[in-house]
């Protein structure tokens, strides 16, 4: 069920909670650094949580206004054109979605889709007036929108550089070597890689078929273990 009003903007509905917190300079630390009366806007913020895998925004809906993630993520994907999800970013605790900001800004639809992730999501939604009126009265507050557009943009050049250049044994190696927690597994089911990177399963299935049979990986029940780390970021030929 789609979490949006008929407007477009996020809202609480059953399943979607809003609960009693906020936006913290801990995790915003921009946040200090700007006027009592927009350190008070962005702290009074209701949080809103959306449980794991819940629809939020759709293409064409109204952003209206700045997310700030505080717990969980967003993850932000288009449609291929046979239907299949790609993700483009996620938003992770301490971010902003910049397509919204950009939506917002513009005031056009937005161009992509967003769902929570895997663990759900916390996050303040700051209303597109307000975030017009606080981009042009606070330096410290546009030097942050701007620090994570341009770090996005360059996440975004290598996503659609992969895409059109690397095969999927390499694509898959890499989301595996980007994707490994410190013991070296990734936690993730076939079909979710498949929509992290835009193509079928089964292709998924043939390329960690081949990982394997090079002694690269292990698989198991939604788990991927990493057998060696530097030859895998060479199969994804990736600078050591």
């Not at 927009?38 to 702290?43: D, V």
């Not at 913020?45 to 969980?72: C, E, K, M, N, W």
């Not at 929108?145 to 895409?163: C, D, N, Y």
Request: glycine share 10%; proline share 5%; with cysteine.
């Amino acid at each position: 069920m789609s979490a949006v009003s008929a407007g477009g903007a996020v809202r609480a509905q059953p399943g979607y909670d809003a609960c009693m917190s906020t936006v913290t300079s801990a995790r915003f630390p921009f946040l200090a650094r700007l006027g009592e009366a927009s350190q008070r806007e962005l702290a009074n913020l209701p949080i809103s949580r959306a449980r794991a895998g819940q629809h939020l925004l759709s293409r064409g809906d109204d952003a209206a206004g700045a997310y700030f993630v505080t717990s969980g993520a967003l993850r932000v994907y288009y449609l291929t054109k046979d239907g299949r999800e790609a993700t483009l970013y996620r938003v992770e605790p301490g971010g902003t979605c910049i397509l919204a900001l950009t939506s917002t800004f513009n005031r056009e639809p937005y161009p992509a889709w967003v769902d929570a992730g895997p663990q759900g999501a916390g996050f303040a939604r700051l209303p597109a007036p307000a975030f017009r009126k606080m981009f042009d009265a606070e330096p410290e507050f546009r030097g942050f929108l701007f620090g994570v557009l341009s770090g996005r943009v360059f996440e975004l050049m290598r996503t659609l550089e992969e895409a059109g250049t690397a095969q999927m044994e390499e694509r898959v190696a890499r989301y595996l070597t980007r994707n490994a927690d410190a013991d070296g597994v990734v936690r993730a089911s076939q079909a979710g890689i498949a929509a992290e990177l835009g193509t079928a399963r089964e292709v998924v299935f043939r390329a960690l078929r081949a990982l394997t049979a090079r002694g690269l990986v292990r698989t198991g029940r939604l788990r991927i273990q990493v057998l060696s780390l530097p030859r895998l970021r060479r199969a994804a030929k990736l600078a050591s």
